[in-house]
């Protein structure tokens, strides 16, 4: 019958260590461990690590501050914005120098991951990191560039309605001009002068304007040839366009007939392929033949010569034997 001594088992622990720390002998876990993990430090995971944060802090800041960046040049915002188009330009070049550093970095730790000499799962680990890495970077750059596109054209409408402010105040100031003076009658006099000028300019500029709509037959005529030469234009590279695809479409069926030959030439080469190894084989073949061949006319010689040898030396002793 088994017994438990868990207990036991921990008093006799809880009385060596109030033993060894009553003679002063300490006990250091990460010294002592049982299961000591013997791992090779590498400068990969920290270096990657570091770029990972640069990254994650870059796209903080512009999340964070997306709102008054963008707020360049919006037609709704006010003039109390906390940021500046200099400190807006600094932002862009700062974000451009930052992915352009991180680009750099993960280009460097991959020509370090592939000079290193490790094993294939590691290099291949390494790899798949550097490729997460470089999306991360390139979803941040999205981000950077949408919200400078969005600046930008909210910067070209706000310039466009300018002008066109602009033109309309400067049309309106050549029209009325207000001229003070110290007398009551002096200003109604340039009052009532100023509204008959304003009414004879109105009335003026209308009748330009429609002057102005109006067109001379050479107008009308230099207008019907610049249309007759933009239609003659256009039906031109119409006629390119379509000669242009059909010559893409003949490219395309001369690549579908390559293909094909290609296939049956790669079938041809395999065949032929097969036919010289077994030349080959045969020709080994053959040479052996031809070295078995010609030791057996050897030996055949060899048995030949012995034979007249021994003929001769017969006759010999019969010659001598009848003397």
């Known amino acids: 019958m088994a017994v438990d001594i868990t207990l036991l088992f921990k008093a006799s622990v809880k009385t060596v260590k109030t033993r060894n720390k009553a003679i002063g002998v300490g006990f250091d876990s990460t010294k002592d461990e049982i299961f000591k993990r013997s791992r090779p430090k590498s400068g990969f995971s920290p270096k990657a690590k570091e770029v990972i944060t640069n990254i994650t802090k870059l796209k903080d800041f512009l999340l964070q501050h997306r709102k008054d960046y963008v707020s360049a040049g919006s037609l709704i915002s006010s003039d109390l914005t906390r940021m500046t188009d200099s400190e807006r330009d600094q932002i862009d070049q700062d974000a451009q120098i930052f992915m352009r550093t991180c680009s750099e970095a993960i280009k460097q730790l991959r020509n370090e991951a592939e000079k290193q000499v490790t094993s294939a799962q590691i290099k291949e680990h390494r790899g798949a990191v550097l490729d997460l890495i470089e999306m991360y970077l390139r979803g941040v750059c999205k981000i950077y560039s949408e919200q400078r596109a969005i600046r930008v054209k909210r910067m070209v409408d706000k310039k466009r309605l300018s002008r066109l402010g602009s033109e309309h105040h400067g049309r309106a100031g050549k029209t009325v001009e207000v001229e003070p003076t110290e007398e009551k009658t002096v200003k109604e006099e340039s009052s009532e002068k100023n509204v008959s000028e304003v009414l004879?300019?109105?009335?003026?500029?209308?009748?330009?304007?429609?002057?102005?709509d109006e067109?001379?037959?050479e107008e009308i005529q230099m207008f019907e040839q610049e249309n007759q030469r933009l239609v003659s234009e256009m039906n031109n590279l119409v006629d390119e366009v379509r000669q242009i695809e059909g010559k893409v479409v003949e490219i395309s069926r001369l690549q579908e007939i390559f293909a094909e030959k290609v296939l049956q030439q790669e079938t041809e080469i395999d065949s032929i392929h097969q036919l010289v190894v077994g030349a080959t084989e045969n020709v080994k073949e053959g040479n052996e033949d031809i070295r078995e061949a010609i030791?057996?006319?050897a030996g055949f010689r060899v048995w030949i010569l012995f034979f007249l040898v021994m003929c001769s030396f017969s006759l010999l002793f019969l010659d001598w034997y009848d003397s």
């Open 200 to 212: 004879d300019n109105s009335v003026n500029l209308w009748e330009e304007g429609r002057l102005e």
């Open 215 to 217: 067109l001379s037959p």
């Open 295 to 297: 030791k057996n006319n």
